[in-house]
């Protein structure tokens, strides 16, 4: 049985709204248990053993309904599964899917450096956060036990990021094992013809393993349940990926029928699945269109419900896609992404520099730092918060005031009349309306500035440094 309600968890808890976890009640601090912003752990009292029986009982009711299967170790581990709904907004999704690329075995040892070198690497900054990729997938194409290991022990000297080990052939799979034992890989894969080779080998080496049955949803609940008896529920199911046509559609919907089943309450089938975008690269010939249905295969199933996934395409127009919809489909859609509220410098300001409001809705802060920045403009901008909302619709709901600017003043420390030349605050076009009241409530002058923030660079040239009056 899973709870969901914080009334639900508030009846484990020692209920004297002692305070020690930072919050003033039991019933807040339940509350954030069922978000998952706090870990049970942070009740010390519950820690007490008078409340043990407790504590593993609440402990149990929390779990998620899928699954959290842990591949890799140390900084760089990649957590999957974990989720408790179907759709996101009813709570939202926790481990954001994992995007393995691709090496292979038959690859010269320079050629398998440089790509595991660009696949680690690989970095795109995004609003305010540096978008990466998380593992490396080792494809046995020799079939040589020899040659697969001399791979992996290669890559492991040059990536520390979680690796898939990847045949169908157990004695691959053991070779590869004995490099990576101590790196906890995932196996991929066991199927109906090698499952008790490959199921020996997860149990002797403790490690996870993803069990293979292309468009047969019985053979692969089968499966799980038969890993589960022999004593191992670190698990992840491959439904197949087929990435065209009719069979593209039967996977998008296998895939939630897997998920929907976990969800519901079918502990059998309620682990994290396996996509494998790649498979676009056996449908087509042509290297243009294989790499876009990849990434198309690959968006589709990052929102429906693919925990993991197994790519080849390496080019920023297809990987940026793939990056973007999932920071997209695992940021809270409850929550406005924000920013640290307060003053910052752009540039090098100094006493006749211009200071700039904005929001602290990271959409808008990055936008117009970077226009300011990518045009040399030496600045203060000040991001007022707002509850992470932007200019217009803060201003039209009262999160941006004239009290609220006043404030952000107050609080960062910077003294208009001391630290500026100039006393004067620019504030942004969609709150021009608040220009009397900020001018009444700070004591400084207040210009108004672009409704869009590419139009400063303009606007400076015709109204900086302001006219003394």
């Excluded at 992840?236 to 089943?261: C, E, H, I, S, Y």
């Excluded at 419900?305 to 297809?318: F, R, V």
């Excluded at 009397?436 to 409704?451: F, H, K, M, N, Q």
Aim: charged share 25%; hydrophobic share 40%.
């Amino acid at each position: 049985m899973k709870i969901n309600s914080p009334l639900e968890a508030y009846k484990y808890l020692p209920a004297t709204n002692c305070g020690k976890c930072g919050e003033q009640t039991c019933m807040a601090f339940a509350a954030h248990l069922i978000d998952r912003s706090m870990k049970l752990t942070d009740c010390t009292p519950l820690l007490e053993e008078k409340f043990k029986k407790k504590f593993k009982e609440l402990d149990k009711l929390l779990e998620p309904e899928i699954r959290e299967i842990e591949i890799g170790v140390g900084e760089k581990i990649a957590k999957i599964g974990g989720d408790d709904v179907l759709y996101r907004h009813k709570l939202t999704f926790f481990n954001q899917t994992k995007f393995a690329y691709d090496v292979w075995d038959t690859m010269d040892e320079e050629e398998l450096v440089e790509r595991v070198n660009y696949i680690q690497n690989f970095k795109k900054f995004y609003v305010g956060n540096f978008l990466t990729v998380d593992m490396i997938a080792i494809r046995s194409v020799s079939d040589d036990p020899e040659r697969f290991a001399s791979t992996v022990k290669k890559v492991l000297e040059t990536t520390e990021l979680p690796v898939i080990l990847c045949s169908f052939n157990h004695n691959v799979l053991k070779a590869g094992l004995e490099l990576a034992k101590d790196r906890n890989p995932l196996l991929y894969a066991a199927n109906k013809n090698n499952w008790k080779e490959v199921a020996e080998l997860a149990l002797k080496y403790d490690v996870p393993v993803t069990l293979f049955a292309p468009d047969d949803l019985d053979l692969l609940k089968s499966m799980a349940k038969t890993f589960a008896e022999m004593g191992t529920e670190k698990l992840v199911l491959d439904p197949g990926t087929f990435p065209t046509g009719k069979q593209l559609k039967q996977t998008f919907t296998n895939f939630t029928k897997v998920r929907r089943a976990g969800i519901d309450g079918d502990r059998e089938i309620a682990y994290p699945i396996m996509a494998v975008p790649f498979t676009a690269w056996m449908a087509h010939d042509d290297p243009v269109s294989a790499s876009y249905w990849e990434t198309v295969v690959a968006s589709v199933l990052t929102v429906k419900y693919g925990d993991i996934m197994i790519l080849h395409s390496t080019e920023p127009y297809a990987m940026l896609p793939e990056l973007h919809i999932r920071d997209t489909i695992y940021t809270d859609p409850r929550k406005p992404v924000t920013v640290d509220p307060g003053m910052y410098k752009v540039g090098s300001p100094d006493k006749d520099s211009p200071v700039l409001v904005t929001t602290n809705f990271a959409l808008t802060y990055y936008t117009v730092e970077s226009d300011i920045a990518s045009n040399k403009i030496d600045c203060y901008l000040w991001a007022i918060d707002t509850d992470g909302i932007g200019v217009e619709a803060a201003v039209a709901g009262g999160q941006l005031t004239a009290a609220k600017v006043k404030k952000g003043i107050d609080e960062s420390g910077f003294d208009l009349k001391k630290d500026t030349s100039h006393n004067t605050i620019v504030l942004p076009g969609l709150a021009a309306r608040l220009q009397g009241d900020v001018e009444d409530e700070t004591g400084a002058s207040v210009l108004i500035g672009p409704a869009d923030s590419g139009r400063i660079p303009g606007w400076m040239e015709k109204n900086w440094p302001p006219q003394k009056k």
